[in-house]
């Protein structure tokens, strides 16, 4: 099959776009993509101060990478979350990329800096050690971006992950998450910081293309925590309709976007926000989440 920009020799096709790619014009196909999304969605400006969010996995190291090379002000945030061997590997991989990149990288480590560890409020809570460790994450990703004066917040979700949380909240009906779901999050209160995902609209596999391309180093194992997660029967599902017909996924997330959010828009404004009476973050209870979990994790 030849690429259909160049028509040399195609590596890659991909099928809901009827289209296939040679390395070269993949490469310009995905930055594309990307800055289609920051710019059409009024993600970030060229100067302006974006936290980066990264976990060591493929999307969170294409997100960082792309942003570097098309000139973007970011710098990088990562979170060791102590979950065991898996966050201290993946630490590396991204301490590694940072250094001989010459980036700049803020490491925070939940249990040397605050006292917390997942596995004992996911018991205490009787959470699962996922949301526990999603609340901190949002919690930390969000001080830091604030307290650093950054206007976005970045990650690094893909096609797959955003049609499958959608699916997810379909399912159940979830209003307020559906008030909520796209590729910005906008700013709601003075301390919440933009929430934003240049990659929506790319895949899994584009990713894993754009980091094998680019031979960047990344974490091959995703967290042992995920493994039975009610998100990858959605993907499965996913993964079936769109084997049958592709751009399945993209029509779902793109219609929701054009045509249904909107009938959520009213659900939004009724979460009344409050600043914690500890910490001053944002929250909806007098003390936030993470305010919590720190006294938890430190009594006795
Ligand atoms: Fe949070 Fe796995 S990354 S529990
Ligand atoms: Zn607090």
Same mark, same amino acid.
């Given at each position: 099959?030849?690429?259909?920009?160049?028509? =040399?020799?195609?590596?890659?096709?991909?099928?809901?776009?009827?289209?296939?790619?040679?390395?070269?014009?993949?490469?310009?196909?995905? =930055?594309?993509?990307?800055?289609?999304?920051?710019? &059409?969605?009024?993600?970030?400006?060229?100067?302006?101060?974006?936290?980066?969010?990264?976990?060591?996995? @493929?999307?969170?190291?294409?997100?960082?990478?792309?942003?570097?090379?098309?000139?973007?002000?970011?710098?990088?945030?990562?979170?060791?979350?102590?979950?065991?061997?898996?966050?201290?590997?993946?630490? $590396?991989?991204?301490?590694?990329?940072?250094?001989?990149?010459?980036?700049?990288?803020?490491?925070?480590?939940?249990?040397?800096?605050?006292?917390?560890?997942?596995? #004992?409020?996911?018991? %205490?809570?009787?959470?699962?050690?996922?949301?526990?460790?999603?609340?901190? @994450?949002?919690?930390?990703?969000?001080?830091?971006?604030?307290?650093?004066?950054?206007?976005?917040?970045?990650?690094?979700?893909?096609?797959?992950?955003?049609?499958?949380?959608?699916?997810?909240?379909?399912?159940?009906? $979830?209003?307020?998450?559906?008030?909520?779901?796209?590729?910005?999050?906008?700013?709601?209160?003075? &301390?919440?910081?933009?929430?934003? #995902?240049?990659?929506? %609209?790319? %895949?899994? +596999?584009?990713?894993?293309?754009?980091?094998?391309?680019? @031979?960047?180093?990344?974490?091959?194992?995703?967290?042992?925590?995920?493994?039975?997660?009610?998100?990858?029967?959605? @993907?499965?599902?996913?993964?079936?309709?769109?084997?049958?017909?592709?751009?399945?996924?993209? +029509?779902?997330?793109?219609?929701?976007?054009?045509?249904? =959010? #909107?009938?959520?828009?009213?659900?939004?404004?009724?979460?009344?926000?409050?600043?914690?009476?500890?910490?001053?973050? /944002? %929250?909806?209870? $007098?003390?936030?989440?993470?305010? +919590?979990? /720190?006294?938890?994790?430190?009594?006795?």
């Amino acid at each position: 099959m030849k690429c259909v920009r160049c028509k =040399k020799k195609a590596v890659i096709v991909l099928r809901r776009h009827n289209a296939a790619f040679c390395a070269d014009c993949f490469l310009h196909y995905y =930055k594309n993509q990307v800055l289609k999304n920051i710019r &059409k969605n009024r993600m970030f400006e060229k100067g302006e101060k974006v936290l980066v969010v990264v976990s060591g996995g @493929k999307d969170s190291m294409a997100l960082w990478d792309i942003l570097v090379k098309e000139g973007y002000n970011v710098v990088a945030m990562y979170i060791n979350l102590g979950i065991g061997e898996y966050s201290n590997r993946s630490q $590396e991989v991204v301490e590694k990329f940072a250094k001989e990149n010459n980036l700049p990288l803020i490491v925070k480590d939940i249990k040397k800096e605050f006292g917390l560890d997942i596995y #004992k409020l996911s018991k %205490t809570l009787r959470r699962s050690p996922c949301s526990v460790c999603g609340s901190i @994450k949002r919690y930390l990703f969000n001080k830091v971006a604030y307290d650093g004066g950054f206007s976005a917040v970045a990650t690094g979700h893909n096609l797959d992950d955003e049609a499958a949380t959608l699916f997810g909240n379909v399912l159940n009906w $979830e209003e307020g998450y559906l008030a909520r779901q796209g590729p910005v999050l906008p700013q709601t209160h003075p &301390k919440l910081i933009k929430k934003v #995902k240049p990659l929506y %609209t790319l %895949t899994e +596999r584009e990713n894993m293309y754009y980091v094998l391309l680019n @031979k960047i180093e990344f974490l091959h194992e995703e967290c042992p925590h995920s493994v039975g997660a009610r998100s990858i029967l959605y @993907k499965e599902v996913l993964n079936k309709l769109e084997e049958e017909s592709p751009g399945t996924k993209q +029509r779902f997330l793109s219609g929701f976007l054009e045509k249904g =959010k #909107k009938h959520f828009q009213d659900v939004r404004e009724r979460l009344e926000l409050k600043e914690c009476k500890n910490c001053g973050q /944002v %929250t909806t209870t $007098e003390e936030c989440s993470f305010c +919590r979990f /720190v006294r938890i994790c430190n009594q006795q």
